[in-house]
């Protein structure tokens, strides 16, 4: 995503919305929080409020440049819209993310709609799981 990309959608390109862009491209994980945001501009001493980051995230999500999502206990997490369908698996233990996508579980949402009689037009599908490694390098330790 870039300035044309916000132009396009009929935003005015800002210094906050260009300063929380950068911080969604550069993360480390594609799922990026709204205090994660504000955390890494404060510790480039960048003076954007988080109000303003949620406001900037909700233009950016309602003009489908971001995907918002409850990953992790209900917390939001925002992810740029490549425009991929995907759905997630979330480790209830280390909280890593795996983005899948399957087509055996498309097929069926599919079919479960239609034997209802809906068309499925949308659908975000979150499975939390438990790591089943002994020493998950995910986990993060005290």
Same mark, same amino acid.
Do not use: W
């Given at each position: 995503?870039?300035?044309?990309?916000? #132009?396009?959608? &009929?935003? @005015?390109?800002? /210094?906050? $919305?260009? @300063?929380?862009? *950068?911080?969604?491209?550069? %993360?480390?994980?594609?799922? /990026?929080?709204?205090?994660?945001?504000? #955390?890494?501009?404060?510790? *480039?001493?960048?003076?954007?409020?988080?109000?303003?980051?949620?406001?900037?995230?909700?233009?950016?999500? %309602? !003009?489908?440049?971001?995907? $918002?999502?409850?990953? #992790?206990? &209900?917390?939001? =997490?925002?992810?740029?819209? $490549?425009?991929?369908?995907?759905?997630?698996?979330? +480790?209830?233990? =280390? &909280?890593?993310?795996?983005?899948?996508?399957?087509?055996?579980?498309?097929?069926?949402?599919?079919?479960? %709609? #239609? *034997?209802?009689?809906?068309?499925?037009?949308?659908?975000?599908?979150?499975?939390?799981?438990? +790591?089943? !490694?002994?020493? +998950? @390098?995910?986990? @993060?330790?005290?």
């Amino acid at each position: 995503m870039n300035q044309q990309d916000i #132009k396009r959608v &009929g935003l @005015k390109v800002t /210094v906050p $919305r260009l @300063k929380i862009l *950068k911080i969604m491209e550069q %993360a480390d994980s594609r799922h /990026v929080t709204a205090e994660h945001i504000h #955390k890494k501009l404060t510790l *480039k001493d960048e003076n954007v409020g988080l109000a303003t980051i949620y406001n900037v995230l909700a233009q950016f999500e %309602a !003009a489908g440049l971001i995907l $918002r999502r409850y990953l #992790k206990r &209900g917390q939001a =997490c925002y992810e740029i819209n $490549r425009g991929d369908h995907h759905d997630h698996m979330v +480790c209830t233990q =280390c &909280g890593r993310i795996i983005e899948f996508v399957d087509s055996t579980i498309e097929d069926r949402q599919e079919a479960i %709609a #239609k *034997k209802h009689g809906f068309t499925l037009n949308d659908h975000s599908l979150v499975m939390y799981v438990d +790591c089943q !490694a002994n020493n +998950c @390098k995910h986990l @993060k330790h005290s």
